[in-house]
């Protein structure tokens, strides 16, 4: 493969990363309606979680991948920058748009896992609630067959 060809690769790699975290920024305005919503399925909550991880696994793989290609290119695109002055501007511009994206997929992140506290502190406290019922009921049929006492002796109406 040609010195060009890496160079293009970077750049495309570069590029599908932005994709990916477009992709990730969507997903995390997703999971940010399914957790305010208080009759949201779980279920649509663990896709946003699933989709996520599958974009963050394909960036972590881009990510390698470009690490091992900029270290066999960059000694060419340190000797030869008029010859990649364009390709080196468009990957310039693409780290700034990464930036920028990681930046908000960041705030969004942590603005999603205040949510994900206060409803799953909801779900936490009305499980706590159905437990202390069930044991309420569970109590009161045990001290009332419990009791020793027949039915029949215990009305006074004769």
Same mark, same amino acid.
């Given at each position: 493969?040609?010195? %060009?060809?890496?160079?293009?690769?970077?750049?495309?790699?570069?590029?599908?990363?932005?994709?990916?975290?477009?992709?990730?920024?969507?997903?995390?305005?997703?999971?940010?309606?399914? &957790?305010?919503?208080?009759?949201?399925?779980?279920?649509?909550?663990? %896709?946003?979680?699933?989709?996520?991880?599958?974009?963050?696994?394909?960036?972590?793989?881009?990510?390698?991948?470009?690490?091992?290609?900029?270290?066999?290119?960059?000694? &060419? &695109?340190?000797?030869?920058?008029?010859?990649?002055? $364009?390709?080196?501007r468009m990957m310039? $511009?693409?780290?700034?748009?990464?930036?920028?994206?990681?930046?908000?997929?960041?705030?969004?992140?942590?603005?999603?896992?205040? &949510?994900? @506290?206060?409803?799953? %502190?909801?779900?936490? @406290?009305? %499980?706590?609630?159905?437990?202390?019922? @069930?044991?309420?009921?569970?109590?009161y049929y045990k001290?009332m067959n419990g009791?020793?006492?027949?039915?029949?002796?215990?009305?006074?109406?004769?």
């Amino acid at each position: 493969m040609d010195e %060009a060809s890496y160079v293009r690769i970077l750049r495309e790699s570069l590029e599908k990363k932005v994709e990916l975290l477009t992709l990730i920024e969507r997903e995390n305005q997703i999971q940010n309606r399914v &957790l305010s919503d208080p009759a949201a399925d779980p279920d649509d909550f663990q %896709a946003t979680i699933d989709n996520k991880d599958k974009w963050i696994t394909d960036i972590s793989t881009l990510d390698n991948g470009f690490a091992s290609i900029f270290e066999k290119v960059k000694p &060419l &695109l340190s000797t030869q920058k008029d010859k990649y002055r $364009d390709e080196i501007r468009m990957m310039k $511009d693409l780290v700034r748009q990464i930036t920028d994206l990681t930046s908000q997929i960041e705030r969004q992140e942590k603005e999603n896992y205040l &949510l994900a @506290q206060q409803k799953f %502190a909801g779900v936490r @406290q009305q %499980a706590q609630k159905i437990r202390r019922s @069930q044991n309420a009921v569970s109590s009161y049929y045990k001290s009332m067959n419990g009791s020793g006492y027949d039915a029949q002796f215990l009305d006074s109406t004769n």
